[in-house]
């Protein structure tokens, strides 16, 4: 990464400079020129977005794949825990500082609270709350009333699908976590860190499910590796979790990540869980920057050849995904001891010596571990070097030139009496009255676009989520009206654990079927949509560009002509042709945010107590068809009809909530996310224009009258504009150098 460290260096230097100029031009005319407030607000915010670039990598994989090796052995330490499985629920960030850190962030009381209340939503056993005097983890009673609760239930109502249900789990984990978290947690967010030798302290907490569930964010500081402090990696939880919202968090980082890598153990090779998620990232829209690391346990491969046999058949799979995909095969575990062979406690040790016999598979994975390096920092050098190209080297290119060209003109006016300045001043004004008349209409021009524009974008986003027009809420109302349930399977657990527990059971199996929908289908088809929303922008803007980028090449041309007829050198520098930024550029510029499509159903006691009221009135009926002597059907016929009418209530409570939630995402996104881009857009691309031009409408009438004043001392003068015009030469050469080393670096 050198490379690409010392042309940053180069950029800031040559932004340094380009900045220092500006306070000389002031000190000539006296005053300040609103060109150069522009040009130095440009500058001054060149040096934070630098700062600000990140490069995210995502690793993503199946729990137990070796993700957290993996980036151990990039970072060349045993930093982060290795085979947390499932407990990593988190996104845990990595980057390279000096000095050794982790950062926890830890929920508050109001957020940890909410998420139990939402967990007790058809809880059996518990006493029923009303809303407002909700269930508080902080009160002694009710966390004890609450472990009893769950200690009550059966073994199928803490199962949901073949797995530990996501909701009584939870519960349970913030119970048994209560006492050794109590007193970091607070009202507000708290982030807690461990420093040098206590930084090992943090692996209780992401270990350990009872206190990892009151974290909302990890980011380890590691001084070692070889990657720059702009890159950050991130471990994922498993690409297989069973909990979906846990895939909707790894979803929501893969919406920032420039890089994913997709880690496989060898173990297990690719299975029906990775294809889902690939197939998942895929309608995203973001398979174009991923990596496969087939991940080799030397213990499960008799030879390289069988090996080699399950790369291929990994290949043949992934293809179906991914045409050509790339793919890497080597032992993270076997790289990482190497890195620390004279560390390594006696049984690894004897792990690592054994491993090393394997001669042919040993020479396989670091003939593979160093392509895959090669590989890897190639795609950074030359995602880094677009974003310093298109971001930074060309606006100070532009800025560079219009300042070349205010020196020139300033040069020849000083060398003019003060009537021939006049003339050449008075000439200039109808020409740049023209100019400015031509910022306006470019100004009212994208002004106006950007009003269609939006629109057009607000009848799409409409359309897109109307419940009748639209196929996303459509399909999700669809799904829950014709969610199935077999009631005769649950007629031995109304016998066993009674209504209120079976109810609960039926509500869990429900909620993890709508949120594995929701993430699997729906968020994909929304960032998909968005993703094709912001192409449009981006496209049809610098289309309305083109014409006004001639109109103002036309305009300079004709100012140069003029300023030869009046026997004033100009500079004939034809400007670079205009290229916004990509759009992930701008949004980081401005801090926005891609908008989580996570929907946070909330769901109420309602719906338990009005299912509880029909199980009495069937129940009523029950005993009056008895005493009439009338038969009763089967034994359990009110309980099944009140079951019914509260999953009929429930779907309907669900339909409600997933209406509001997307009515109210509907209206963030335009208003928050998809109107503020494009006005960021917009702003680009007039800054972009008017750059071109902004020297060309500079006022020198100032410089003018202290010439006929004779308060102007030319010899000063004319000394300060040839060293301002010795540093400009500088800068240009500068960054001509600059834009070769990454045109050839890029290649």
């Known amino acids: 990464m050198d490379t690409y460290t010392s042309l940053k260096k180069e950029l800031l230097e040559i932004n340094q400079k380009v900045n220092s100029l500006f306070p000389k031009a002031q000190s000539i005319t006296g005053r300040a020129d609103h060109t150069f407030g522009d040009w130095q607000k440009t500058c001054s915010g060149i040096n934070k977005q630098i700062a600000d670039e990140i490069i995210r990598i995502a690793v993503v994989g199946p729990i137990k794949s070796g993700k957290s090796t993996f980036i151990n052995a990039l970072f060349k330490g045993d930093y982060l825990k290795r085979g947390a499985g499932v407990v990593t629920s988190i996104v845990t960030r990595v980057r390279r500082r000096e000095f050794l850190k982790a950062k926890l962030l830890f929920k508050s009381w109001s957020e940890i609270n909410s998420d139990m209340r939402q967990a007790l939503v058809m809880f059996p056993v518990l006493n029923q709350r009303s809303e407002n005097d909700g269930f508080d983890i902080r009160r002694q009673k009710e966390r004890a009333d609450l472990q009893k609760a769950i200690d009550a239930l059966s073994a199928e109502q803490l199962i949901t699908k073949g797995v530990l249900n996501a909701g009584s789990m939870q519960l349970s984990f913030y119970l048994k976590g209560y006492e050794r978290i109590k007193e970091i947690v607070s009202s507000d967010n708290v982030v807690q860190q461990y420093k040098d030798d206590r930084f090992k302290e ?5 270990g350990d499910e009872t206190l990892a569930v009151y974290l909302k964010d990890v980011q380890l500081e ?19 979790a069973p909990n979906p919202l846990h895939i909707a968090m790894i979803q929501d980082y893969l919406l920032l990540t420039h890089f994913i890598a997709y880690v496989i153990s060898s173990r297990t090779g690719l299975r ?29 491969h008799e030879s390289i050849d069988d090996f080699q046999a399950l790369i291929k058949k990994v290949e043949e799979e992934l293809s179906s995904i991914k045409p050509d995909p790339e793919i890497y095969s080597f032992s993270a575990l076997y790289n990482l001891f190497k890195e620390h062979r004279s560390n390594l406690p006696p049984k690894n040790r004897s792990r690592l010596d054994q491993w090393e016999q394997e001669r042919k598979l040993a020479a396989f994975s670091d003939r593979e571990t160093a392509r895959f390096e090669e590989s890897l920092h190639h ?38 009496d003060a009537g021939s300045a006049n003339q050449i001043i008075e000439k200039l004004k109808h020409h740049q009255g023209s100019m400015n008349q031509m910022k306006s209409v470019i100004k009212n021009t994208l002004d106006g676009a950007r009003q269609k524009i939006e629109q057009k974008l607000k009848a799409d986003i409409d359309r897109f989520f109307d419940v009748r027009t639209g196929n996303i809420l459509k399909d999700i109302v669809d799904f829950i009206r014709g969610y199935q349930i077999s009631y005769h399977d649950h007629e031995e657990n109304l016998k066993q654990a009674g209504f209120s527990s079976t109810l609960y059971l039926i509500f869990q199996e429900f909620k993890h079927a709508l949120d594995s929908y929701m993430t699997e289908s729906v968020n994909p088809e929304i960032v998909r949509f968005i993703r094709q929303e912001e192409d449009w922008i981006r496209e049809h803007l610098n289309s309305i560009a083109q014409p006004y980028e001639l109109m103002v090449q036309d305009a300079l041309a004709a100012y140069s002509n003029l300023m030869e007829s009046s026997g004033v050198g100009c ?13 992930d550029s701008i949004k980081s510029m401005i801090g926005l945010s891609f908008p989580p499509a996570v929907a946070s159903l909330r769901y109420t006691v309602r719906m338990k107590t009005e299912a509880v009221v029909r199980l009495g009135f069937y129940t009523a009926v029950k005993i009056f068809k008895r005493l009439i002597k009338k038969p009763v059907q089967r034994k359990n016929e009110s309980e099944i009809l009140a079951l019914k009418d509260g999953v009929l209530q429930m779907k309907r409570e669900t339909e409600r909530s997933i209406i509001f939630f997307f009515k109210d995402y509907q209206e963030n996104l335009k208003f928050q996310y998809i109107f503020k881009l494009v006005e960021a857009v917009s702003n680009k691309l007039y800054d972009a224009l008017l750059d071109r ?18 308060k102007l001392d030319k010899q000063r003068t004319s000394e300060l504009l040839k060293e301002m015009e010795q540093i400009s030469q500088e800068i240009s050469q500068k960054i001509t150098a600059v834009r070769k080393e990454i045109d050839s670096t890029d290649q």
């Open 379 to 416: 795609k950074l050098t030359r995602e880094r070097y677009s974003l310093l190209l298109k971001n930074h080297l060309e606006r100070l290119d532009v800025i560079s030139t219009g300042i070349d060209h205010w020196i020139l003109i300033n040069q020849n006016i000083l060398s003019k």
């Open 222 to 240: 590691i001084n070692s590796g070889e990657f720059d402090g702009d890159i950050e990696i991130a471990d994922c939880q498993g690409s297989d």
């Open 571 to 583: 500079l004939q520098k034809r400007p670079p042709k205009i290229s916004l930024p990509d759009m």
């Open 693 to 710: 031009f902004q020297a060309y409408v500079a006022d020198l009438s100032n410089v003018v009258a202290l010439i006929s004043n004779k």
């Open 202 to 206: 943090h692996r209780a907490f992401v």
């Open 272 to 300: 029906e869980a990775d294809i889902k998620f690939l197939s998942m990232i895929k309608k995203m829209g973001i398979m174009h920057n991923i990596m496969f690391v087939v991940n080799c346990d030397f213990s499960e």
